[in-house]
């Protein structure tokens, strides 16, 4: 399954390099087992789309890319969105971070329907 974090935060512009930053130094150290997300559909801050994107089928492997996200949500005071993709069209069915709190491992593998 195709699984998708991106980040929500009220001032894009204030986070989108220090989470970048950060996602990028979690890839290179091996850290984080996904794909960049950094997309800007205009030059407007707001509507770029950070966060990172992985493949799996198991609800044990989204634990390690939770606990990284969630250590981003309280350092920079955002919230990411979890959804997945299907046929092309993308579904949200989660948030979790500073104002949504931790994410539970169990509850967000069940709603993106994994084992």
């Not at 220090?18 to 205009?42: F, M, R, S, T, Y």
């Not at 634990?63 to 350092?75: G, H, I, R, T, V």
Request: aromatic share 10%.
């Amino acid at each position: 399954m195709d699984i998708y974090m991106i980040v929500i935060a009220d001032e894009m512009a204030d986070v989108v390099e220090p989470v970048i930053e950060a996602i990028n130094k979690a890839l290179e150290g091996d850290e984080l087992k996904a794909v960049l997300i950094n997309e800007c559909q205009d030059e407007d801050p707001q509507h770029w789309r950070v966060g990172i994107s992985l493949s799996l089928n198991k609800k044990k492997w989204l634990q390690q890319p939770l606990n990284f996200l969630f250590s981003l949500c309280k350092a920079d005071k955002i919230d990411f969105v979890v959804g997945f993709v299907e046929g092309g069209e993308a579904e949200d069915v989660c948030y979790f971070g500073h104002n949504e709190g931790k994410p539970d491992l169990f509850e967000v593998g069940t709603y993106l329907g994994l084992r």
